[in-house]
């Protein structure tokens, strides 16, 4: 069964260090997002991904966090410098389709500690 | 401003009795709502869906419900077992969101042999 992958599933970092999550959608899915979800919240969409091209990014920090899909394939999420606010668990999700119809499928997700 | 909200934290369910999971939602221009169950160090999963044109969808123990005058969903599982105790999360999409799903803050599920 196609899933999403994630790397690593566990950080530990300082803060003011520099992290970088990896995701790879289910093959054949157009659209990626990444989500942070919170303890006791639940997900919130980051960015949204159309192939290799940002659609939605208006809840991404921007001055510390960067997304990138190269090739319309997988993605890297970086946060540079991490803040202890940013502990979290970190999840990727594709779809086949963008539109308002559309499951989510999600990968396992990075949880994040910043000390 | 949260669009989406699952006001109780937590439910607690004798196996064999029904679960009823409810969400409310403020955007008039969501169209189309999921549920997604997820289990501790994993990823939410799909659980079943509804679009604003329907009242009710059915997928074997899971029924959806919306009303779409109260803005609110709910959903049922019966007969509840044990593999059910998770978290429970609505999600909701439309307008002009480009597929981006707002999610409520979940319900954590126990059911209880």
């Known amino acids: 069964e196609a899933e999403v992958a994630q790397s690593p599933r566990y950080k530990i970092t300082e803060k003011s260090q520099a992290v970088a999550f990896w995701c790879d959608p289910i093959s054949g899915h157009a659209t990626l997002y990444w989500y942070r979800q919170i303890l006791g919240q639940g997900p919130e969409l980051l960015v949204q991904f159309q192939d290799e091209s940002v659609v939605d990014d208006s809840q991404l920090p921007k001055d510390r966090f960067s997304a990138e899909r190269l090739k319309g394939v997988d993605s890297t999420l970086k946060i540079q410098p991490a803040e202890l606010g940013d502990s979290a668990m970190y999840l990727c999700?594709?779809?086949?389709?963008?539109?308002?119809?559309?499951?989510?499928?999600f990968g396992p997700g990075t949880r994040l500690t910043v000390l | 401003d949260q669009q989406v909200k699952q006001n109780s934290p937590s439910l607690s369910v004798q196996e064999g009795r029904i679960s009823i999971l409810n969400c409310d939602y403020t955007?008039?221009?969501?169209?189309?709502f999921l549920w997604y169950k997820k289990y501790p160090a994993e990823g939410p999963t799909f659980l079943i869906s509804?679009?604003?044109?329907?009242d009710k969808n059915e997928d074997g123990r899971f029924t959806v419900f919306l009303n779409k005058s109260a803005k609110h969903l709910s959903l049922h599982i019966v007969p509840s077992q044990p593999g059910d105790s998770a978290v429970y999360f609505c999600?909701?999409?439309?307008?002009?969101?480009?597929?981006?799903?707002?999610f409520g803050q979940g319900t954590i599920l126990t059911v209880h042999p």
């Open positions: 999700a594709s779809s086949s389709y963008s539109g308002a119809y559309n499951e989510q499928f």
């Open positions: 999600a909701a999409a439309g307008g002009t969101s480009y597929g981006k799903l707002t």
């Open positions: 509804i679009s604003s044109i329907k």
């Open positions: 955007n008039s221009m969501f169209d189309y």
